[in-house]
């Protein structure tokens, strides 16, 4: 079943610190056409450069993940794109007035509850998911990260974190479907061992770090003129370390808040892949370099299979239907029947051919210097295809016709001329039910896609047998 686009119903903005610059910025979703992804842009800078969401465009992972491009750089993405991803946006320009996404409460949650303040609107263009086929892997012996990824008809992703801590200990999270991010996931907070955070604080390098924004995990007894230290630096007298666990006994929202947190940098860092993925994500010990490096295997995966995505046709066997079989079955003739022969068929897809030639009727006028197949013939061609696999479901196929009800996802990839051979693949989009046959058809030239369409027809008996009329005249 087709899945159409998604922006927002109009722009919204958040407010808050860059966890590293502690400069308070605004940030606002905007609303964008069909096919643009996301895209950040620096309002406060001259010319208001635009900064693809794009693994290529990361320049640094050390404290979260960073993108640059035509002379500007966005930090800490990840948590925002998280946001987008979780609800299932697929256009959006994110403006910013300062270097850095805001850390709000070091979560997803207060992106998407503004997402949802504003609404969405569902656009006229196709989602195109990348669906993986095959496993992938990546490791970082390193870092001893590893992660896997295997075919699955949906986005699913499983974390393990282990520290080598009491207090964390070996995590596992899990999440089924994107429909799980909101409740399961979002509002899972960053988090920091208490020495990691002295050793940042020591170098100046969050600014806007306070006890709000992040979980810090106590892992070894803390000295009182540690806990003074702390008390100044986040300017609160009420800063207590029960022994080992938790600064300030914050309330995790689940036992395993961490290792969903982690979960939730990898939904963010692999929307810079640039397109919905269906796979099952496996991750072992997984940080902002290993999500980066193993988004980047997926874009050449998907860059390698665009390259290589020619679809082989035996045009020389024998066809299943030739020119007399198919005049049996459509009610077309000259100059309108558009399907020469089927080659094969199955219970759910079809493969019929059209030939090309300068003799077609309608070259006398459109460009007669410059002679083009018509897309409107295009989509009648595919649709005589989707005719004979729907007449091929009903007994006595002369009696019936088919009528469409509905066009969708239409596109012209590249002109079709004459000499051409246009080879149609056409496939079920669900099952055959009152009549109703829903197909999405894929028109190649040579192995690769010119046209597409997801076409609905309605098979109607609107002949009798001769007999039969016989008897109602008689």
Do not use: W
């Not at 922006?7 to 605004?26: D, E, F, M, P, Y």
Request: a negative charge; proline letters at 5%.
């Amino acid at each position: 079943m087709s899945v159409k686009q998604r922006t927002l119903k109009q722009a919204v903005s958040i407010s808050g610190v860059g966890l590293h610059t502690g400069k308070q910025v605004n940030l606002t979703f905007v609303p964008a056409p069909e096919n643009h992804g996301y895209k950040f842009q620096r309002v406060d800078m001259p010319g208001n450069p635009i900064i693809d969401a794009d693994v290529d465009n990361v320049v640094d992972t050390s404290r979260g993940t960073t993108l640059e491009q035509n002379g500007a750089r966005v930090h800490t993405t990840e948590h925002v794109l998280a946001a987008l991803v979780g609800m299932e946006v697929d256009n959006c320009l994110i403006q910013l007035d300062g270097p850095e996404m805001p850390i709000m409460d070091g979560s997803s949650m207060p992106f998407i509850k503004v997402i949802e303040a504003t609404g969405i609107v569902e656009q006229n263009a196709e989602r195109e998911y990348f669906v993986l086929t095959e496993n992938l892997t990546f490791e970082d012996p390193v870092k001893k990260v590893e992660m896997l990824a295997v075919p699955q008809d949906a986005f699913r992703t499983t974390v393990m974190v282990d520290y080598n801590s009491d207090v964390l200990g070996t995590q596992h999270a899990s999440m089924y479907t994107l429909n799980e991010f909101k409740s399961e996931i979002a509002m899972c907070r960053t988090f920091v061992f208490l020495h990691e955070l002295e050793a940042l604080l020591a170098h100046n390098l969050i600014k806007g770090g306070d006890m709000n924004n992040a979980i810090v995990l106590v892992d070894k007894e803390v000295a009182p003129e540690k806990i003074a230290h702390l008390k100044k630096v986040f300017n609160k007298e009420d800063v207590e370390v029960k022994g080992r666990g938790v600064l300030n006994n914050t309330t995790l929202h689940f036992f395993n808040e961490p290792a969903r947190h982690k979960l939730l940098d990898i939904v963010g860092d692999l929307a810079l892949v640039g397109v919905p993925l269906k796979m099952h994500v496996l991750a072992a010990r997984p940080g902002h370099a290993g999500n980066v490096a193993f988004a980047k295997k997926i874009k050449e995966l998907i860059k390698s299979k665009k390259k290589n995505n020619l679809v082989h046709f035996d045009l020389a066997k024998k066809p299943l239907y030739d020119i007399n079989d198919i005049t049996k079955m459509l009610p077309h003739r000259y100059p309108f029947l558009m399907v020469d022969k089927v080659m094969e068929m199955d219970a759910n897809s079809i493969v019929g051919v059209k030939n090309i030639t300068l003799n077609e009727p309608f070259f006398t006028g459109h460009f007669p210097d410059n002679p083009v197949f018509p897309g409107v013939m295009q989509i009648e061609a595919m649709a005589q295809v989707g005719g004979i696999f729907a007449l091929s479901q009903v007994p006595d196929p002369e009696y019936y016709s088919t009528y469409f009800m509905k066009i969708d996802g239409v596109k012209f990839k590249q002109k079709v001329i004459p000499g051409d051979t246009i080879v149609f693949r056409l496939t079920l989009e669900s099952p055959i039910r009152r009549g109703l046959v829903n197909m999405r058809g894929i028109g190649y030239v040579n192995g690769k896609e010119v046209v597409e369409a997801v076409m609905l027809a309605q098979v109607i008996k609107d002949k009798l047998p001769k007999e039969a009329n016989t008897a109602v005249t008689a």
